[in-house]
């Protein structure tokens, strides 16, 4: 299995607070993604990164912004959490030249 | 707008029997396509993919069919195990560059004994 953890793996806020989630890699690789699921929408990428201090948008990025100051962390964060990102999500990594991306457990989110 | 679409939110099958599941795709730039199978309460798990320059692709019991110019692709698993039963979703993106996936709403599998 790739070595990957997302912490914490339950959080339950209220709306308009902050959150932050993490997700941790062993592994050395160069890319790593956030992802969202949630019923009848499957997963949806909200931001990426390519290296250290490198990142980008996806698809669902409105009220989330990210960071990377280390290969191996990379930093999601809700930056006033609305009910609408209620979901779970899942971090993922694919080393350069490889075509695989292999996802975390998950963080399940409830904002209330 | 729906690029990557699984049209059968579930699928039940005899153990034993093959298993099929389809996924649809519009745009004409995926030339990348994979295969996750996820079980409640964990990550995707990757299974298997297939490139635009390939038809299909084996790997034990599962295999990959893309039809190009139908925009399908399709995973039969042969024979079907009660291990088996999970929700599975298609991914395509293009090759070249970040590999941004989009994903199907995915198909949950039922396998009967």
């Known amino acids: 299995d790739a070595g990957i953890t997302q912490s914490p793996r339950h959080k339950v806020t209220e709306t308009g607070t902050p959150v932050t989630l993490r997700c941790h890699q062993t592994?050395?690789?160069?890319?790593m993604y956030w992802y969202r699921q949630d019923p009848g929408h499957g997963l949806r990428l909200i931001h990426y990164?390519?290296?250290?201090?490198?990142?980008d948008k996806g698809e669902v990025s409105d009220g989330y912004s990210v960071s990377r100051s280390k290969t191996e962390d990379f930093l999601l964060t809700l930056e006033s959490a609305t009910s609408s990102q209620t979901s779970v999500y899942f971090c993922?990594?694919?080393?350069?030249?490889?075509?695989?991306?292999?996802f975390g457990p998950g963080t399940r989110l409830l904002v209330l | 707008d729906q690029q990557v679409k699984q049209n059968s939110p579930s699928l039940s099958v005899q153990e034993g029997r093959i298993s099929i599941l389809n996924c649809d795709y519009t745009?004409?730039?995926?030339?990348?396509f994979l295969w996750y199978k996820k079980y409640p309460a964990e990550g995707p798990t990757f299974l298997i993919s297939?490139?635009?320059?390939?038809d299909k692709n084996e790997d034990g019991r599962f295999t990959v069919f893309l039809n190009k110019s139908a925009k399908h692709l399709s995973l039969h698993i042969v024979p079907s195990q009660p291990g088996d039963s999970a929700v599975y979703f298609c991914?395509?993106?293009?090759?070249?560059?970040?590999?941004?996936?989009?994903f199907g709403q995915g198909t949950r599998l039922t396998i009967n004994p």
């Open positions: 297939i490139s635009s320059i390939k």
């Open positions: 990164s390519y290296g250290v201090k490198d990142t």
């Open positions: 745009n004409s730039m995926f030339d990348y």
């Open positions: 592994e050395n690789h160069r890319y």
């Open positions: 991914a395509a993106s293009a090759l070249q560059g970040a590999q941004k996936l989009v």
């Open positions: 993922a990594i694919r080393e350069v030249r490889q075509e695989t991306q292999y």
